[in-house]
């Protein structure tokens, strides 16, 4: 994973006068992390208005996806085949609406209580096709981002 690294010297000169001014230096580049979700196909248990499942793929922290209230919600997102799964985030929506859940994958359950976070941040060692978030009881499942990393 060394294609996706940019060097200060490689940014436009108005970017670079930015990235000085945040204190950026010519050190080096941090790593952008596999996010194997991104290219899944995201289902939920129902849609509120145009709040649909893929929004908690797009990469923005700023979009929600949000199912109806109900019994047993659930978001989910198919990663296309098995894969090996180190940590999966979970960006809450900015209401923070998602709370006592579970993180299913095709080895196990994982229960958060309480509301999840921006992110909420599971280590995990697991091998899966799927992760579900799942309400425990009646609720809504509000997402922001969900990211899943090998």
């Known amino acids: 994973m060394t294609d996706n690294l940019t060097g200060l010297d490689r940014l ?11 204190g950026a230096h010519g050190g080096p580049v941090e790593q952008l992390r596999t996010d194997l979700a991104r290219t899944g196909t995201a289902t939920q248990s129902s849609t509120e208005g145009t709040a649909g499942a893929a929004l908690a793929l797009d990469g923005d922290t700023n979009t ?9 919600a659930w978001w989910q997102v198919d990663l296309g085949s098995e894969q090996r799964i180190r940590q999966i985030e979970i960006w809450n929506n900015s209401s923070a609406t998602t709370a006592d859940f579970d993180v299913v994958t095709d080895d196990g359950t994982v229960h958060v209580s309480g509301k999840a976070l921006r992110p909420t941040v599971l280590d995990l060692d697991s091998r899966t096709r799927t992760v579900k978030i799942v309400t425990s009881g009646t609720g809504r499942v509000a997402l922001s981002q969900v990211l899943v990393h090998p």
């Not at 436009?12 to 945040?22: D, G, I, K, M, Q």
């Open 64 to 72: 929600d996806t949000r199912t109806l209230s109900e019994a047993g």
């Open 12 to 22: 436009p000169a108005e970017a670079l006068a930015v990235a000085h001014r945040a």
